[in-house]
């Protein structure tokens, strides 16, 4: 299996890329639902979570590990670009600002930060792509 994995990453880093880049498709597709759903929360519905909970807060920095930064550390380790990791290192600032700033119903009703980091992240990652695909 490990030998396997070796003679394929490239071709799995494709395939990881591939599924985030589904994901970001369909949040990107779904925006406007999404928003209009968060306006229809009620406040009363929102303290069923508690978004000041460390838990919470280590689930979606877990989350946000796996759907962006994995990918920018994959994608500065391989392709060893100053550019890349210039850009790389400010998403993960908006991206990571966004997991510790935007956690409650009401500031991601005000926030459209994650669909500009959708957008970025889409455009990065199939650049990313291109970039494995043609080396």
Same mark, same amino acid.
Not at 7 to 14: A, D, F, K, T
Not at 82 to 107: A, G, R
Not at 108 to 114: D, E, F, Y
């Given at each position: 299996?490990?030998?396997?994995?070796? @003679?394929?990453?490239?071709? #799995?880093?494709?395939?990881?890329?591939?599924?985030? !880049?589904?994901?970001?498709?369909?949040?990107?597709?779904?925006?406007?639902?999404?928003? /209009?759903?968060?306006?229809?929360? %009620?406040? %009363?519905?929102?303290?069923?979570?508690?978004?000041?909970?460390?838990?919470?807060?280590?689930?979606?920095?877990?989350? @946000?590990?796996?759907? /962006?930064?994995?990918? *920018?550390?994959? %994608? =500065?380790?391989?392709?060893?670009?100053?550019? =890349?990791?210039?850009?790389? =290192?400010?998403?993960?600032?908006?991206? !990571? *600002?966004?997991? !510790?700033? @935007? *956690?409650?119903?009401?500031? #991601?009703? /005000?926030?459209?930060? #994650?669909?500009?980091?959708? =957008? %970025?992240?889409?455009?990065?990652?199939?650049?990313?792509?291109?970039? !494995?695909?043609? @080396?």
């Amino acid at each position: 299996m490990e030998e396997y994995i070796r @003679n394929n990453q490239e071709m #799995l880093i494709i395939i990881y890329c591939f599924i985030i !880049l589904w994901l970001n498709i369909g949040y990107l597709r779904e925006y406007r639902k999404i928003k /209009r759903r968060l306006d229809e929360i %009620a406040s %009363a519905d929102e303290l069923e979570i508690n978004p000041y909970s460390m838990s919470l807060d280590i689930m979606v920095l877990i989350f @946000n590990f796996f759907r /962006r930064w994995l990918i *920018y550390i994959l %994608a =500065v380790m391989i392709s060893g670009n100053p550019v =890349v990791l210039i850009i790389s =290192v400010i998403l993960f600032i908006f991206s !990571l *600002y966004d997991c !510790l700033f @935007n *956690y409650t119903i009401e500031k #991601l009703r /005000r926030s459209n930060l #994650l669909m500009y980091l959708a =957008v %970025a992240d889409t455009i990065y990652i199939a650049g990313f792509v291109v970039y !494995l695909i043609m @080396n």
